[in-house]
C-alpha cells in the first residue's frame, strides 16, 4: 500500500525539550526529530515508514471509530465491571495543577460496606466474569491500609463468584516505600501509574514539597 494512504496518528503529541519530539500516546513511542526533520519527511524514506507504522505514529485506520467501537463495546460488556474509588482526598503535596479539593475525610466504613454489597450483588446475577478496581486520590497511599482491607474483602468474594480480580493505582509514589512488604500482592495490584513532573528540581517544584534535596524524587 502507498505511504500516501496513511495518515499521521491522532496519538502524537508534539514535544521540545531542548529538541524536537513526538510521543505517541498510544503506543508510548518516542520519536527524536533532527533539525528540520518532520514526520513527512520521514516517510519518504520506506524503512523509517515501516518503524513509524509499527510504532503507531502513522496510521491507515479510522482511529475515532476505534475508540467509538471500544466505548461503546465497552458500555454493553455485562462481563465486566469497573470502579474507580477515590479513597481520600487528602494529599502529602501540593501541584498547582491540582484540581482536588482537599479534606481529610475518607471513604466511610458504611459506603465501603455499600460497594461490596453492590458488588455481591451484581455476582450474584451470574454475568460478571471480570471485576477492576483503580484505586485514586488524592492520594491513595495515606490511605493503603484500609486498601488492604477492602481488597482482601473484594479478592474473597470475586474468589467465591469465581470472578478474575484485578487493579490498578494512581499514586504520587511517595508513601510506596512504607506501605506493607506484600501491599501489591495482596491487593492484586497489576498496574502502578506514578507522576513524574519532569526533571529532579522540577519536580520537586511542582511538587512544592519546600525543599530542594527531598529524596522523593530519586525513590521513585
Ligand atoms: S500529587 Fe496528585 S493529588 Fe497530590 S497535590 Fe499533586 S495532583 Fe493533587
Not at 129 to 138: D, E, N, Y
Request: proline share 2%; aromatic share 12%.
Amino acid at each position: 500500500m502507498d505511504s500516501l494512504d496513511f495518515i499521521e496518528s491522532s496519538y502524537n503529541i508534539p514535544l521540545n525539550y531542548e529538541r524536537e519530539y513526538i510521543y505517541n500516546t498510544k503506543s508510548g513511542s518516542l520519536l527524536r526529530l533532527d533539525s528540520g526533520e518532520t514526520l513527512a519527511k520521514l516517510c519518504e524514506d520506506e524503512k523509517t515508514f515501516d518503524y513509524l507504522l509499527d510504532n503507531g505514529f502513522v496510521t491507515n485506520v479510522d482511529e475515532r471509530a476505534g475508540l467509538r467501537f471500544k466505548h461503546c463495546t465497552a458500555q454493553n460488556d455485562q462481563t465486566y465491571l469497573h470502579f474507580t474509588i477515590f479513597i481520600t482526598l487528602d494529599c502529602n503535596f501540593n501541584c498547582y495543577y491540582c484540581y482536588e479539593h482537599k479534606t481529610q475525610k475518607t471513604l466511610s466504613n458504611s459506603n465501603i460496606d455499600k460497594l461490596l454489597s453492590y458488588i455481591e450483588k451484581e455476582y450474584g446475577k451470574g454475568k460478571i466474569k471480570r471485576l477492576h478496581i483503580t484505586w485514586m486520590g488524592g492520594e491513595p497511599l495515606l490511605e493503603h491500609k484500609k486498601i488492604v482491607s477492602i481488597s482482601s474483602r473484594i479478592i474473597t468474594l470475586s474468589k467465591n463468584y469465581s470472578v478474575r480480580y484485578t487493579a490498578s493505582l494512581v499514586t504520587n509514589g511517595f508513601f510506596l516505600a512504607t506501605c506493607e512488604s506484600n501491599f501489591i500482592s495482596s491487593t492484586q495490584i497489576n498496574e502502578i501509574q506514578l507522576t513524574f513532573d519532569g526533571p529532579e528540581n522540577y519536580h520537586n517544584i511542582v511538587k512544592n514539597t519546600h525543599n530542594p534535596n527531598d529524596p522523593h524524587f530519586q525513590e521513585l
